[in-house]
């Protein structure tokens, strides 16, 4: 069973950032595709970046386009989500993500999941 445990979330005032974290416990970490996702208040879970197993790939969602930074590190079985330029409107939970084989944006193609990490932009 894989399990992944996100951090680094917390309140930030607009423009300010954070990086999230994410750490797996999974020997076959180097070779699943991660994804962070949020989930705002009375709202669905959304893709927000993705990136292949070895780090050479990524894509993102057009609103943090620019502004976030998807990484990981397999030496330490940790994934990141470096967010600058934070706005209001990226105030939600936080969900770290991990699937066999290629990355993707549908939630639905995830295996495993995190417990989330609140992120919370004041203006």
């Known amino acids: 069973q894989v399990q992944l445990v996100e951090s680094g979330g917390g309140l930030v005032q607009t423009g300010g950032s954070l990086r999230l974290s994410c750490a797996a416990s999974?020997?076959?970490?180097?070779?699943?595709?991660m994804g962070w996702f949020r989930q705002a208040p009375g709202k669905e879970r959304e893709f927000v970046a993705t990136?292949?197993?070895?780090?050479?790939?990524?894509v993102y969602a057009s609103f943090v386009r620019g502004r976030f930074t998807i990484s990981r590190d397999n030496a330490r079985s940790t994934v990141y989500l470096q967010m600058n330029n934070l706005k209001p409107d990226d105030t939600a939970v936080y969900y770290c993500?991990?699937?066999?084989?290629?990355?993707?944006?549908?939630?639905?193609?995830?295996?495993?999941w995190g417990q989330g990490t609140q992120v919370t932009v004041s203006s």
């Open positions: 999974t020997p076959t970490f180097s070779s699943t595709a």
């Open positions: 993500a991990g699937r066999a084989g290629l990355f993707a944006t549908n939630k639905d193609k995830y295996n495993y």
């Open positions: 990136i292949n197993w070895g780090g050479t790939a990524t």
